[in-house]
C-alpha cells in the first residue's frame, strides 16, 4: 500500500512537470488560444483523474495485511500532501482555462463585428452525406402521426458513421435525454449552440474542448427515431433557426 501511495505520488508528480513543460513550450512556439484550451482542458482531465485513483487508494481495505502495517500518521501525510499538490494545480488550470476561453470568445466576437455578421457559419457535420430527410419546420411526425415543429434537420447515414463538430467549442451535455437519445451539445465561442442527437454513441464527454471537424460522434437510431439518422439543430441567440442556413457551403 505504502508503495502504491509513493509510486501514484512519484508518478502525479511526473504528469504535472511535463504538462508545464508542454504548456510553456506551446506559449513560447506561439500556438493558438484553441490549441493552448485543448491541452489544458486535457490537463484537468488527467488531474480529475489521478484524484479519484488517489482517492480509492486512500481507503483502507482492512483484510489488507499492507494497509494494516501503515501507520495512520503516515498514511495521512502521503494523502493530504499528494491531495493539497493535485487540488492547487487543478485550480490553477482552471482559472487559465476561463482566461482562454475569454480570449477566443473576444476574438470570435470582433470576427463577427468586422464582417457584420449575426454568428460564425460551420460545417455540415456528416460528410459526404448531404440529403436531408426531413427539413426544418412544421412536420408530421414519424412517430406519432401529428403535426409537430421539428427544429433541426435530419440527415439520414449508416449506423456507426462519424459525427463531426461543426464549429469549435465547448461539450455543454453529452448523454441520454428524452426522444433525443444519445445526444450531444456544444456550445461554441461566437455563442451559438449545436445539437446532435439520436447517436449509436457519444465520443466526446461533457466538458471537453473540440475543434471544428473533430469526431464528435456515431450515427444511431436511439430515442424516438425510425431510422439511422442525425437530427442536427442550430440555436443562436436562445433561439432555433434553420441549420442549413448556418452552415458553410456543403
Not at 468586422?114 to 426531413?134: A, H, R, T
Not at 450531444?184 to 461533457?206: L, R
Request: hydrophobic share 35%.
Amino acid at each position: 500500500m505504502k508503495k502504491s501511495i509513493n509510486l501514484l505520488i512519484g508518478t502525479v508528480l511526473t504528469l504535472i512537470f511535463s504538462v508545464s513543460i508542454y504548456i510553456v513550450d506551446s506559449y513560447s512556439l506561439e500556438k493558438d488560444n484553441l490549441e493552448l484550451l485543448i491541452l489544458n482542458n486535457k490537463y484537468r482531465k488527467e488531474l480529475k483523474r489521478e484524484i479519484e485513483n488517489i482517492n480509492n487508494i486512500s481507503k483502507c481495505n482492512s483484510d489488507d495485511q499492507e494497509c494494516i502495517k501503515l501507520s495512520s500518521s503516515e498514511k495521512n501525510l502521503n494523502y493530504d500532501t499528494y491531495k493539497e499538490l493535485l487540488l492547487r494545480n487543478l485550480e490553477e488550470s482552471a482559472i487559465e482555462e476561463a482566461k482562454l476561453e475569454k480570449i477566443i470568445q473576444q476574438e470570435k466576437q470582433i470576427e463577427i463585428k468586422e464582417n457584420n455578421l449575426e454568428f460564425i457559419k460551420g460545417q455540415w457535420p456528416v460528410k459526404e452525406y448531404e440529403e436531408v430527410s426531413s427539413p426544418y419546420g412544421y412536420r408530421v411526425h414519424p412517430i406519432t402521426s401529428s403535426l409537430k415543429f421539428h427544429r433541426g434537420v435530419d440527415i439520414p447515414a449508416p449506423e456507426n458513421t462519424d459525427i463531426l463538430s461543426s464549429d469549435d467549442g465547448i461539450v455543454i451535455f453529452s448523454g441520454v435525454q428524452n426522444g433525443y437519445g444519445n445526444v450531444v451539445k456544444i456550445k461554441h465561442f461566437d455563442g451559438k449552440v449545436t445539437i446532435y442527437a439520436h447517436n449509436f454513441i457519444n465520443i466526446v464527454e461533457e466538458g471537453d474542448v473540440v475543434r471544428k471537424g473533430e469526431l464528435i460522434a456515431k450515427v444511431g437510431s436511439t430515442g424516438d427515431s425510425t431510422g439511422n439518422h442525425v437530427h442536427f439543430e442550430m440555436i443562436v441567440n436562445d433561439k432555433n433557426i434553420d441549420p442549413i442556413t448556418g452552415i458553410e457551403d456543403i
